[in-house]
């Protein structure tokens, strides 16, 4: 059975950092990408990062290039997304997600529409001071 379980969210003031855990089970890796998407109160969802593991290709948002970062630890069957400088704007519910490689077209679309298969029940970040 494939899930993902999300970690690491918090109350964070301006320019801290946090680091999202996305544990996950039922699949190998290489063969899946997993994007990272946040959704603010009132706002649409938004996809933050993405990351086709079969061939490598990845993508990030603008508002969060240069300042996000993604990792991951095979042995933990964890991938991580490392928020850097965080902002008042970087708020809301993050959610990391997954399919088949094969399924996605281009990572710029995977974050655009969100199609994907498995989802985690997602962490809250809070950017305030």
């Known amino acids: 059975q494939v899930y993902l379980v999300e970690s690491g969210g918090g109350l964070v003031q301006p320019g801290g950092s946090l680091r999202l855990a996305c544990v996950y089970s039922g699949f190998t890796l290489d063969y899946y990408a997993i994007g990272w998407f946040r959704q603010a109160p009132g706002l649409e969802r938004e996809g933050v990062s993405c990351?086709?593991?079969?061939?490598?290709?990845?993508y990030f948002a603008d508002s969060v290039k240069g300042r996000f970062t993604v990792s991951r630890n095979d042995a933990k069957s964890t991938v991580y997304l490392q928020m850097d400088n965080l902002k008042p704007e970087d708020t809301g519910v993050y959610y990391c997600?997954?399919?088949?490689?094969?399924?996605?077209?281009?990572?710029?679309?995977?974050?655009?529409?969100?199609?994907?298969?498995?989802w985690g029940q997602g962490t809250p970040v809070t950017v305030s001071s």
């Open positions: 990351i086709n593991y079969s061939d490598g290709s990845t």
């Open positions: 997600a997954a399919d088949w490689a094969f399924r996605i077209t281009t990572v710029q679309n995977m974050c655009a529409w969100g199609y994907l298969e498995v």
